[in-house]
């Protein structure tokens, strides 16, 4: 699963590695993220494609009639992303959520009262995406639209499967050259295999 990440770059990095701009930059600035507390992080969505913009974690399906389900709804999973309605009407609604790192806890003992925080990343802190889904919301009390996006996940790979060793599941992190297809509606092509992970 992934719950806590972190960008450490700035707006102009960020401009730089995904070739758009900036919809809000002075609203942003580099920093940990927990999901559990929905902040609006840096992503780029499907319906334009040249623009940056700060999307709330969590998504909130179109037909919720409050926004109490993004507790639920920080992660998908791949393999029924179609079956869950809180995903299925965002199938094609995809993003790039972007980072440099997310944190991970492997037990260390059966009940995991015992824990090993990770920082896990590309080599060199690289800049890379998850692959996401959005969607966006009206608040019918305030009329407030809402975009929100939730982070894909997949079994763990080798690495993982020793952090995350409780459920030993993994965010979906795009290839670089793969992320326009991602957002096109073509298959995934992941680079988890570059993943490396240090004791924080």
Known sequence: MCFFSKISKTAQEL????????????????????????PKTPVIANNDLEKIKLFQW?????????????????????????EKPSFKN???????????????W????????RKQKYLVSLP??????FAGLWSE????QTNEKLFTYTI?????????SKI????????????????KDWLTGNELKMQNDRLIAVEF
Not at 90 to 103: M, T
Request: net charge neutral; glycine share 4%.
């Open 106 to 113: 492997q037990w260390l003992d059966e009940k995991g009262t």
């Open 137 to 140: 919301w009206t608040n019918k």
């Open 164 to 179: 995350h060793n409780s459920k030993k599941r993994m965010p979906v992190i795009l290839d670089i050259d793969n992320e």
């Open 58 to 82: 969590g998504l909130i399906p179109g037909w919720a009639k409050d926004d109490s389900i993004k507790k639920y709804t920080l992660n998908a999973k791949i393999e029924t992303l179609k």
């Open 15 to 38: 401009e730089n590695r995904f070739n758009a701009k900036f919809d809000d930059a002075q609203d942003f600035k580099p920093s940990f993220y927990n999901g559990f507390q929905f």
């Open 152 to 160: 894909i996940t997949t079994e763990a790979n080798e690495l993982m």
């Open 124 to 129: 060199n802190k690289e800049l890379f995406a």
């Open 90 to 104: 965002s199938i094609n609604k995809r993003c790039l959520v972007i980072s440099d790192g997310f944190f991970e």
